[in-house]
């Protein structure tokens, strides 16, 4: 069995809204992020990052943006979705010696599948360590907003459990001339000091992005952006397709 079919099933399963599921490229392609950003978001994949977005609209492409991202995952790494909550508790009961990332569709109050509420968005946060990471959204705007919602009753989320999330990114949705124009407002990456700190901002005015903070590494970072504009530029879009380039990059085939 390919063991790439399972993750792709449950990335797939994020998918609500109909359609294909869509790529890193094609939010690249549509304006939703630069290169640099995707570069940053890649590497930080690699490295085992765990993973929020966030959005208050419905709609504003918080849980594309997530699945765009897991689909960057370095090979060997099994995405379990958190359905029903108590496989967040099977996880903690075990060893952390498994690449894995747990996903939970949304944090958020709503009995639908994938969903966490109230103690199990502590425990699930509490599975970062090691191997394994966490990827998951929320209705919040801002960094301060999230971390008020993640830190305060019903939730209670410590602030050093917030700190080992290693990205951070918020989208922002609005009417365009032709159809709603969705951009990636702000990309915090963790500090490595239990903080984040960002590194872009979307400029509504000018519809570009600016970096807030120097990049760490920025040769090392130069090969996923590479990686990634070849992939734009040749028009590669399909998700799958992606992934299958994504992890034939990892392996060296670059």
Known sequence: M???????????????????????????????LS???????????????????GARPGGAGKTTLMASLLHLLPPGVRIVTVDPPGVIAEGLARPADEPLCYLAHEIGSGHWFGY??????????????????????????????????????????SREALGRVGLIL????????????????????????GGHRLLYRWDERSDAFEPAAAPRDAAGLRLYADFLRRLADEGETDA???????????????
């Not at 399972?6 to 998918?15: A, F, G, K, T």
């Open 2 to 32: 390919d063991p790439e079919r399972p993750n792709h099933d449950q990335i797939e399963r994020l998918n609500q809204r109909g359609g294909r599921t869509l790529s890193i490229v094609d939010l690249i392609q549509a304006g939703t």
């Open 35 to 53: 290169i640099e950003m995707a570069a940053c978001g890649m590497r930080a994949m690699a490295e085992g990052a765990s993973l929020l977005t």
């Open 116 to 157: 966490i509420w109230r103690r199990d968005v502590a425990a699930f946060l509490s599975l970062i360590g090691g191997p394994r990471r966490v990827a998951s959204c929320l209705h919040a705007d801002t960094l301060e907003e999230l971390a008020d919602i993640l830190c305060s009753p019903p939730l209670e989320v």
């Open 170 to 193: 918020f989208m922002h949705v609005r009417p365009g001339r032709r159809d709603y124009r969705r951009r990636v407002a702000a990309f915090h990456e963790a500090d490595g000091q």
């Open 240 to 254: 799958q397709a992606v992934r299958r380039r994504a992890l034939a990059f990892y392996r060296g085939d670059r």
